[in-house]
């Protein structure tokens, strides 16, 4: 059965940094790219990064690039969102999730990841 685990979410203040990590198992996780998503109060869940299955290609919303860097060790099963400058508006859930294809499609959207963690939550406040 597919299962994604995420963890190292927690309170920072402004301008700090946290890693994120997404653990798989139950498929063949090297064959499919990985999606973050976070969800904040009262909004729309929203596409953060991508990554595609080899690791080669690399989306990131505009709001997080330059300061969200996304990785994955597929010996591992794990994928990172490396979160850096962080803002009090990065507040929210954050998803991993496996997308149908391989590769990333131009925009990180909920409606192409079929398999979805269960969420961890990060606070940025001072």
């Known amino acids: 059965q597919l299962q994604l685990v995420e963890s190292g979410g927690g309170l920072v203040q402004p301008g700090g940094s946290l890693r994120l990590s997404c653990a798989a198992s139950?498929?063949?996780?090297?064959?499919?790219?990985i999606g973050w998503f976070r969800q904040a109060p009262g909004k729309e869940r929203e596409g953060v990064s991508c990554?595609?299955?080899?690791?080669?290609?690399?989306k990131y919303a505009d709001s997080v690039k330059g300061r969200f860097t996304i990785s994955r060790d597929n010996a591992k099963n794990t994928m990172y969102l490396q979160m850096n400058s962080l803002k009090p508006e990065d507040t929210a859930i954050y998803y991993c999730?496996?997308?149908?294809?391989?590769?990333?499609?131009?925009?990180?959207?909920?409606?192409?990841?079929?398999?979805w963690g269960q969420g961890t939550r990060v606070t940025v406040s001072s």
């Open positions: 999730a496996a997308a149908d294809t391989p590769y990333c499609r131009s925009r990180v959207e909920a409606a192409d990841y079929s398999s």
């Open positions: 139950g498929f063949t996780w090297n064959y499919y790219a």
């Open positions: 990554i595609s299955s080899t690791g080669g290609s690399t």
